[in-house]
């Protein structure tokens, strides 16, 4: 069985800074994939990044990027330059091969950004 | 965006009563899901369809039941709802089946079971 762990409920951060969302995997496929979606506050889902298992270089879509670190299976987002508009719940998500085609998410992290 | 249409949007309803949720895509996209959202949880999936008829158990099935008679529609059961059931249902989609496709969410269907 596959399982995401997101150990943050809740983060604050400064308009303008950095800030690192925690993602840590359980799998013991050899083939998968991590994904990043993004819940604002009117409820629907936006993908924002993914990461293969295979893939060498950590993943980056514009301010998001993704510290992928295979051995400690964790898949961590960092958000560069923080926007009041980032303020909503973020997801941490795991494919495998063997796992079926099933997305498994973890918990879930709601970040806040302060003006 | 994709185009996944779920209705209805939101359902108040009573214990025991039977429920259906639609999901509808227009984008031929061969896999469809049915996720519940509830806090702390994130999103877990009940089932899901990989075709025509070809559907599937996920993590939190029970209670529920799926059918998919055609390619773009998705039909999600609650046979008897309970206060259990009371949550936030997501339909996704998605194209095909390597590990890098991600999948396109509905905008949810908020169900209240009283």
């Known amino acids: 069985a596959q399982k995401i762990t997101q150990t943050q409920p809740g983060m604050f951060v400064q308009e303008k800074e950095a800030v690192t969302l925690d993602c840590t995997y359980d799998t013991s496929d050899q083939s998968y994939g991590l994904f990043w979606y993004k819940q604002p506050s009117s409820g629907e889902m936006i993908f924002l990044i993914y990461q293969g298992s295979y893939d060498e270089q950590n993943a980056t879509e514009g301010r998001y990027s993704l510290n992928f670190q295979k051995a400690r299976k964790s898949a961590n987002l960092v958000i560069s330059a923080s926007q009041l508009g980032d303020s909503a719940m973020y997801f941490c998500?795991?494919?495998?091969?063997?796992?079926?085609?099933?997305?498994?998410f973890g918990g879930g992290t709601r970040l806040m950004v302060k003006p | 965006d994709a185009g996944i249409t779920q209705s209805p949007r939101h359902k108040v309803t009573e214990t025991g009563t039977p429920v259906t949720l639609r999901c509808h895509q227009t984008e031929n996209h061969r896999y469809m899901y049915w996720y519940r959202q509830d806090p702390g949880h994130g999103l877990r999936l009940i089932h899901y369809s990989y075709g025509v008829k070809d559907t599937d158990k996920g993590e939190v099935s029970d209670g529920y039941s799926v059918s998919r008679s055609k390619t773009e529609d998705f039909l999600l059961t609650l046979e008897s709802a309970t206060s259990s059931q009371t949550s936030v249902y997501f339909c996704?989609?998605?194209?095909?089946?390597?590990?890098?496709?991600?999948?396109?969410f509905g905008e949810g269907s908020r169900l209240t079971v009283l």
């Open positions: 998500a795991m494919r495998a091969r063997n796992a079926g085609n099933m997305l498994t």
């Open positions: 996704a989609i998605s194209e095909s089946y390597p590990i890098t496709g991600e999948l396109f």
